[in-house]
């Protein structure tokens, strides 16, 4: 028997103005900022901007908290890395094929993580990450403790020399921006509606008919894979892979990116990406108290902001972010 | 000396002794872990910086007014189970109401601050801590040396594993426990004081946590990160075992720790991953933990 209507699909919010507004207005900003911001922070928070998204998708529309993405964004880094240095390959195609990789990974913790719920999930994602992390110390071709450095930037499509800070900065915010509007497109695709579903009460989504665990690891897959076009590119970015992007710490960090961001809002990560990323690099001085004061963004975050500063804003103003 | 398959027999069984200690930790650890989830259906993200704690307690203690190894283990334990306390009244109680993963987020946040705090007084390096005057030495028995304190933790460690399993799985007050895990609004409505049972549970488990660090302290070294990648692994060993069972965690550590030990001995390689590939291959076979309920 045919369903009558699909009763997920046919509830269409209304076409919000807000996000295409809010992305213009990013996008403007994101193309002046380097007359203003160092390239290289800029080019570091874009990275990240573009992991805490991809984690967003994840945990923001499927309801799932993986506790490992290091582990995709790290990889990717390494294998860009790898590739770059070691076989030569051009920029554009290092970054490809760490991203492959990360999908790979993905695929293989995805299936075996989606078979347990909530908090499972999110232990079972730190503790296969940080077996990969195990693989990155002893692994030959990683470096260990040294990592892989002094990666060449090459030229972009044999035509763009990266080495220009410029010439990287608007590659690594073309990415960016790509990868954000194909993250958007899914959020709001019937895909994205159905992944939004299975967040709210995937017992109904199942009865309805829909293989949820199809569309998890779908998700997941696609999450660990933007992670990895994140971590590819940072690897092209710094000329370097190394232990510190597959340590848990660094999945800790994107998840607070996207906490003090806003979950489940579409610029919040990036928003986010941005506070802590500046955070970072203006207490550098204060040495382990950055930590300290993470820990407390994080407690704070979760007792008092739990919208964070995106959501906070659009609950304000009654707008979607 | 002999050898069995190959490998020199004092090898084998050190390696086969380090990994009983190992596991001593994995069950306290995973044991408190179980508690806690138990009752507050939280993961207890701190549970690592609370062990490191412990350590750090005992080592204080030891520096600063002389309390010897046997007071810490008494000591040690009350004083992080109170802060604990103090950690549930003043942030945990506000999240039990959420989804379960703003409990994990809070209690990683409070690691790092606890654990930024001590990198940033007594740095990333360890500090020595003496085993105690009572049980240095050790003993030959033939196919190996056991060192006195090694076998101390061990057989304490057992003890306290069990005592725990005996009061929640053979007493009144463990079955007013389980009574409030699976439906704590008909347990207060019988008279039940049950949000302080779950604060008691709270301070219960850190404490474990805590007891733990201590023994690790003459151990390994005391240093701020002691905690945080052994956490890891506990969760590891958490999702083997299954939520569950109080005797599952227990059993699971102490076995998961003698796999790792041997590990060392016949493929060295993977002894820093066996543990996560063992979870891995029982998430196919079993996705509840081997001794867990299905969810």
């Given amino acids: 028997m045919d369903r009558v209507a699909d009763p997920v699909a046919v509830v269409r919010p209304a076409v919000s103005w807000s996000e295409p507004v809010a992305f213009v207005v990013m996008t403007a900003l994101f193309v002046v900022a380097p007359a203003f911001v160092y390239p290289v922070f800029l080019m570091k928070a874009l990275c990240f901007a573009l992991f805490a998204c991809a984690f967003n998708l994840l945990i923001g529309y499927v309801g799932l908290l993986s506790f490992g993405h290091a582990l995709y964004f790290g990889w990717a880094g390494y294998v860009s890395a790898h590739a770059a240095k070691v076989w030569g390959l051009p920029p554009e195609a290092a970054i490809i094929l760490g991203t492959m990789v990360a999908g790979g990974l993905g695929l293989v913790v995805g299936a075996l993580a989606i078979r347990s719920q909530g908090i499972y999930f999110a232990m079972i994602t730190l503790a296969l990450a940080q077996m990969m992390y195990f693989f990155a110390l002893q692994a030959p071709f990683t470096g260990g403790e040294d990592g892989i450095q002094a990666v060449p930037r090459g030229k972009l499509f044999a035509v763009f020399d990266l080495a220009d800070q410029t010439t990287m900065y608007f590659f690594v915010l073309a990415v960016f921006l790509a990868c954000f509007l194909l993250i958007y497109r899914v959020i709001h695709s019937p895909f994205g509606e159905v992944l939004k579903a299975i967040r709210e009460n995937e017992p109904r989504a199942i009865s309805l008919g829909y293989k949820t665990s199809r569309y998890k690891l779908l998700a997941f897959v696609l999450s660990a894979t933007l992670a990895g076009v994140a971590g590819g590119t940072k690897a092209i970015v710094f000329q370097l892979a190394s232990l510190t992007d597959v340590h848990w710490s660094m999945s800790g960090e994107v998840v607070l990116m996207t906490l003090v961001g806003g979950l489940g809002t579409v610029f919040g990560p990036v928003a986010g990406a941005f506070v802590i990323v500046s955070m970072e690099n203006y207490l550098a001085q204060f040495g382990q108290w950055v930590t300290v004061i993470q820990g407390v963004v994080f407690v704070t975050c979760v007792l008092l902001f739990r919208r964070g500063v995106v959501g906070e804003l659009a609950n304000l103003l009654k707008i979607r972010l | ?295």
């Avoid at chain 2, 001590?118 to 030959?140: H, I, T």
């Avoid at chain 2, 692994?233 to 958490?238: E, I, R, S």
């Avoid at chain 2, 993977?270 to 979870?279: D, E, H, L």
């Fill in chain 2, 1 to 295: 000396m002999f050898e069995i398959f190959g490998i020199p027999s004092q090898a084998l069984f050190g390696q086969l002794l380090i990994g009983l200690i190992n596991g001593s930790f994995y069950a306290l650890l995973s044991l408190g872990l179980a508690v806690i989830f138990g009752m507050l259906n939280i993961i207890n993200f701190t549970h690592g910086a609370q062990y490191m704690m412990g350590a750090f307690v005992a080592y204080l203690l030891l520096q600063h007014i002389g309390a010897n190894y046997w007071w810490a283990l008494i000591l040690a334990p009350i004083a992080v189970g109170l802060t604990g306390i103090v950690m549930e009244r003043l942030f945990l109680q506000h999240l039990y109401k959420l989804d379960h993963l703003y409990g994990l987020l809070l209690t990683f946040g409070i690691a790092l601050i606890i654990e930024g705090v001590f990198r940033n007084y007594y740095g990333s390096s360890g500090q020595p801590y003496q085993v105690p005057a009572l049980l240095q030495g050790g003993r030959n028995l033939g196919f190996m040396f056991l060192p006195n304190y090694r076998a101390w933790v061990i057989v304490f460690s057992l003890v306290v594993c069990i005592s725990t399993w005996f009061v929640i799985e053979r007493t009144r007050l463990g079955s007013y426990l389980r009574a409030a895990t699976e439906n704590p609004a008909l347990v207060r409505a019988f008279g039940i004081n049950v949000p302080r049972m779950i604060t008691l549970t709270y301070g219960f488990g850190v404490g474990l946590a805590a007891l733990a660090g201590v023994m690790a302290a003459p151990i390994y070294n005391v240093s701020p990160l002691m905690g945080s990648d052994l956490i890891v692994v506990v969760f590891a060993v958490v999702v083997i075992g299954g939520m569950g069972s109080i005797m599952g965690a227990i059993v699971t550590g102490f076995a998961l720790g003698v796999i790792e030990g041997l590990t060392k001995v016949f493929f060295p390689e993977a002894s820093n991953t066996v543990i996560f590939v063992i979870m891995a291959i029982v998430l196919l076979i079993r996705p509840s933990g081997l001794f867990g309920r299905a969810a």
